[in-house]
């Protein structure tokens, strides 16, 4: 007798499917899907790579460098707690940074923008340094909710005291770099980024159990060499209600159920609204899309 003949009246279940909750980053998936989700599904969901990495170069290597500068002044860069970063610092740990992308493929677009990028950052470390580093408690500070069918993340990029009180949770400002010139108040772009720091209030309260006393984004590119003191367009203070923050976790609900459903049905539709310019110049499906391609000359391979 066979042994198979003991089994035959044993039926064996399928495995289920384990029930894993998206996880969603406030930056890279809702406003990247916020900007343009056709983009975002090809480049964000489906995981092609664009043609060129330059553009993330500028934003990316901003916000690494500072938070070594960040990390300089707690002592932990090797040099003594408290001392300032100098020219020389700062060229160094941009060395660092730039070898680090080059080796992930991520290069400038010219050399202009690779010095455009060094001069900002030297420009913020010598007008923003000795009044913002002793201020600082904590850099690259994540943050993370559970909302029932996914997971929210983000990473504030600087929790500072805020004025002259004490260092701690009870009395605390976020900062956020922004690699970009000051937008016009009214632009969708700057509602995205007052939409940004409020759930990143709500987040920081979930982890704290306090609200942030507001957020400070901060436009680098509005910087200059031959700045002595912070230019006005560089700062936009975002102001919390909770009104404020209750529409911004609906709008991010929604946004998430967007992606979601997009998941599902493996399409990424053209948003109701228009991407802006800057989101289109640097896609390379703009050839091939309704709200674009008429705003492009085709390129064509070089014989």
Known sequence: MSVWTHYQAINVAPPAEPAIRPRFSLTADIISFRR???????????????????????????????????????????????????????????????????????????????DRALLVLKTFN?????????????????????????????????????????????????????????????????????????????????????????????????LDEAMTKRPLRAVHEVHFDKSQIAKALNDFASTATDIMGCRAARAWPLPGQAPSKETCDICDLRWNCSAAAAKYDLRTPLL
Not at 73 to 87: V, W
Not at 89 to 113: H, T
Not at 171 to 198: C, H
């Open 126 to 222: 010598r007008i923003e340094g000795p009044t913002l580093y002793p201020r600082v408690f904590d850099t690259e500070y994540r943050l993370e909710a559970d909302r029932g069918d996914y997971v929210l993340r983000g990473v504030v990029d600087v929790l500072a005291a805020a004025g002259d009180a004490t260092p701690d949770h009870d009395n605390v400002e976020i900062w956020d770099y922004k690699g970009t010139r000051f937008p016009d108040l009214s632009s969708p772009t700057m509602r995205d980024y007052e939409w940004q720091m409020a759930v990143y209030a709500e987040l920081y309260r979930t982890r704290t159990g306090r609200y942030p006393k507001r957020a400070i984004l901060y436009f680098l590119n509005e």
């Open 36 to 114: 343009c989700s056709r983009q975002y599904g090809h480049f964000g969901n489906d995981g092609y790579v664009p043609a060129q990495a330059v553009q993330v170069f500028f934003g990316t290597i901003i916000h690494q460098v500072l938070d070594r500068c960040h990390r300089h002044y707690s002592g932990l860069m090797g040099a003594p707690k408290g001392s300032f970063p100098t020219n020389a610092d700062v060229e160094s740990y941009f060395g660092e940074v730039e070898n680090a992308l080059k080796s992930q493929g991520i290069r400038p677009a010219s050399g202009a923008v690779r």
